[in-house]
């Protein structure tokens, strides 16, 4: 395994709701996901697995509560998030009309990849190698996510939000998946999104119901 040296992100929440119009996701989100945690985040369809992660990663705010992000110790301003998390999310396109390598270098205008790793280097390692040259759009599904993966993973960024990111992986990218994860992991914060998927969760310690914090039904 491959070891880097990487900064350390805490995120907590307090007292956290999120909703949208009248409808509430979730109400009183405490938690505090620590340096180098690896958290799953559990729940059917339409348990607000997504949202909470999204406001957990800074791309949401939080309808009221208090989320906060911490670097080494030091909170970072909420405009400033976005620069130390990666996501690989079902709903996050790509821009299909590039080729694979200038999604590449696209990608690592805004996002570097880890220290000593090449755009080569990771395309290679999602298999893609000899498809730079090759538009996005021409992909298959499962290349697609396996594309998605690796820019998550392999970005030096200390907080890692994955959602359901075995979707149109097949049995054999899914075990590649663990082992992406394995390799690059390190200390980072990670927290999985999952219907309860084994191999989503694989290399999780802590799992969360996110259903404790859906408000009861109006009887």
Request: overall charge neutral; aromatic content about 6%; glycine content about 8%.
């Amino acid at each position: 395994m491959v070891t880097w040296s990487l900064e350390h992100m805490e995120v907590a929440l307090r007292s956290v709701t999120r909703s949208f119009g009248r409808e509430v996701v979730f109400r009183g989100v405490d938690h505090v996901f620590a340096p180098g945690s690896r958290t799953a985040l559990l729940g059917p369809n339409g348990s607000g697995k997504s949202t909470l992660l999204q406001v957990i990663g800074g791309a949401l705010s939080a309808t009221s509560g208090t989320v906060t992000h911490q670097l080494n110790g030091r909170v970072i301003d909420p405009e400033a998030v976005y620069r130390h998390v990666a996501f690989a999310t079902p709903y996050l396109g790509l821009y299909e009309d590039l080729s694979l390598r200038d999604t590449l270098a696209f990608h690592r205008r805004f996002k570097p990849f880890r220290p000593g790793l090449a755009d080569e280097d990771v395309a290679r390692t999602a298999y893609l190698h000899q498809e730079m040259d090759k538009p996005v759009r021409q992909f298959s599904s499962g290349m697609k996510q396996r594309l998605k993966l690796v820019l998550a993973v392999m970005s030096d960024v200390p907080l890692l939000l994955l959602d359901e990111h075995t979707s149109n992986l097949d049995a054999r990218g899914a075990a590649w998946s663990v082992d992406l994860l394995q390799e690059h992991l390190d200390g980072r914060t990670l927290v999985v999104a999952s219907n309860r998927v084994e191999v989503e969760t694989a290399l999780c310690s802590a799992h969360l119901d996110v259903l404790a914090w859906k408000p009861a039904p109006r009887g």
